[in-house]
């Protein structure tokens, strides 16, 4: 976000704060909020998906990347965390049904 | 000459018919062609509904009637139906209106450009299904633009003169045009109706310009955080201020095209008063036979009749009271621990500081629940208007209760 100066006046903003712009809440970094980061273990993850469904924050990516687990079992998706936007609730930590995301406390006053 | 025989023509062609003001609102909504309603039935309010829907059986009015759950939900309704772009109606009273609290400030924060009417009943408890008018005070503050009406054919027509100031895009408000349960809401009055092309003429559909539309993605009601709440909060003190001028022009040109028009406020025998009464919907009614009979007797008070309550009609309110030695508030609700007990008193006492005016102030409150008020009641309250020249009376006065 900018500094208040540069902020728009009351006239210039549409009436009752309507936002006519789609996506701009991806403008809205929410990963700074995070105190606890949520860490997947690959190794652990099924893949069954439930982390990406419970999200409230859409922060569960769903990538087409192989993934070979140390036992060899080979995956053609990979879970990852958008950090940009995981502002560390613990939802997906709590649903995953193979306790494979830990959640890490994040350094204070640190970046990531 | 000619053009105002002709007037006179126009207005005389048409016959009034008997209506209650619940009725004449039922038909307001039909002429202008309200897309939806979404209401929850609440005496004195419900025969507004009950006409509407019967208007839509008999295929008179072509609208989608939302059945809901509660108040609460018939607001939200009604709100998310103004922003997608449908002229939206709902109609309530009392508790209803309290229900609605939450949503009374969304439709304001969303300027969404919706007409509700309250026909006005006191609050629980102890329950009262009468009337008076805590309800509507209640919901002062919340952003809408208020009006309240004397008479059934004021209430038809402020319904209709509601929909061209809401969907002004200098205004986006909602509106709520209020007027007393069962003294008006049950009672039958001779109103004249207009036909629906004239009304639309008048008020033509302007729906919501930033309306929810696939083709076009908003996004409505967002969180605002302290960078921007303020100043989306700030827009609505200013279209307010611009909501007066609208309210003014919009009564001017609806006198023109349907030979009605009422003014922000009415000022009856105020000429030579030395005193005012101020009073709104029935009281300012029976208060306009009850006059003549004070000035027989010396007492020259004359009654400014509230009708544009929010935005507050500060110009011509200052000019009457300018001419005047003192002024009586009449307040149907209690503001409870305030100074003046009397809500509207405490902003007449504001008005006066503000604008330095050497008019005494007599607040009463009086009708609560409906308590009784007949001619020699208001004769009494005039009487102590004109007293209130030369003796000052500080102290709110609970008129009528039993002490
Ligand atoms: S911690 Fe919360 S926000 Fe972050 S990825 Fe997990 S569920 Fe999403
Ligand atoms: S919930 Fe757990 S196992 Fe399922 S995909 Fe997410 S991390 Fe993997």
């Known amino acids: ?112 | 000459m000619a053009v105002a025989a002709e007037e006179r023509l126009h207005v005389e062609r048409k016959k009034p018919r008997p209506l209650s003001t619940n009725s004449a609102i039922a038909h307001a909504v039909k002429d202008l062609d309200v897309d939806v309603v979404a209401a929850y039935p609440i005496t004195p309010q419900t025969t507004v509904v009950e006409k509407i829907a019967e208007f839509i059986a008999d295929g008179e009015l072509e609208a989608e009637m939302v059945h809901v759950e509660s108040e609460h939900s018939a607001l939200s309704a009604t709100v998310a139906a103004a922003l997608t772009g449908a002229r939206a109606f709902t109609a309530t009273a009392s508790q209803g209106l309290e229900l609605m609290h939450e949503i009374l400030h969304i439709a304001s924060g969303l300027r969404a450009p919706i007409v509700m009417s309250v026909a006005m009943r006191a609050l629980s408890a102890p329950i009262s299904i009468w009337n008076d008018h805590s309800d509507v005070m209640n919901a002062r503050d919340t952003g809408w633009i208020i009006f309240f009406v004397s008479s059934a054919q004021e209430a038809y027509d402020t319904v209709i003169q509601g929909y061209r100031i809401a969907e002004d895009s200098d205004v986006l408000l909602p509106v709520m045009v209020a007027y007393d349960g069962y003294v008006m809401s049950h009672t039958m009055e001779p109103v004249v109706t207009e036909d629906r092309d004239s009304v639309l003429a008048y008020a033509p559909k302007r729906s919501f310009p930033y309306k929810l539309d696939p083709e076009k993605p908003v996004t409505l009601g967002a969180l605002a955080d302290p960078d921007w709440y303020y100043e989306i909060k700030y827009q609505i003190v200013e279209a307010m201020r611009r909501a007066l001028g609208k309210a003014r022009e919009a009564d001017e040109e609806f006198g023109r095209r349907f030979g009605r028009k009422y003014g922000l406020v009415e000022c009856y025998m105020c000429e030579d008063a030395k005193s005012l009464i101020v009073a709104a919907s029935s009281y300012a009614a029976t208060l306009k036979a009850v006059l003549p009979r004070a000035w027989e007797e010396g007492v020259k008070v004359g009654l400014l009749r509230l009708r544009l309550y929010r935005p507050f009609p500060e110009d011509l309110v200052v000019d009457a009271l300018s001419r005047v030695d003192s002024v009586l508030v009449i307040d149907r609700a209690i503001s409870y621990g305030a100074p003046y007990q009397g809500p509207l008193a405490n902003e007449f006492s504001g008005l006066i500081l503000k604008h330095g005016l050497g008019v005494n102030l007599v607040s009463v409150v009086a009708g609560i629940g409906q308590r009784r008020m007949v001619d020699d009641d208001f004769l009494k309250l005039a009487r102590l208007a004109w007293e209130a020249r030369t003796v000052r009376k500080p102290e709110t006065i609970f008129y009528g209760v039993r002490k």
């Open chain 1, 1 to 112: 976000m900018s500094s208040e100066g540069s902020l728009p006046a009351y006239y210039e903003i549409p009436p009752g704060g309507a936002i006519l712009e789609p996506g701009s809440s991806l403008k809205y970094k929410t990963g700074s909020w995070r105190v606890l980061r949520p860490i997947i273990n690959q190794d652990k993850c099924v893949r069954c998906r439930l982390c990406w469904v419970y999200c409230p924050d859409a922060a569960i990516l769903e990538l087409d990347e192989e993934y070979v687990t140390s036992k060899g079992r080979r995956y053609k998706i990979t879970y990852k965390v958008n950090y940009d936007y995981c502002k560390g609730c613990g939802v997906c930590a709590r649903e995953c049904p193979v306790n494979a995301i830990e959640m890490v406390p994040e350094p204070i006053g640190g970046e990531e």
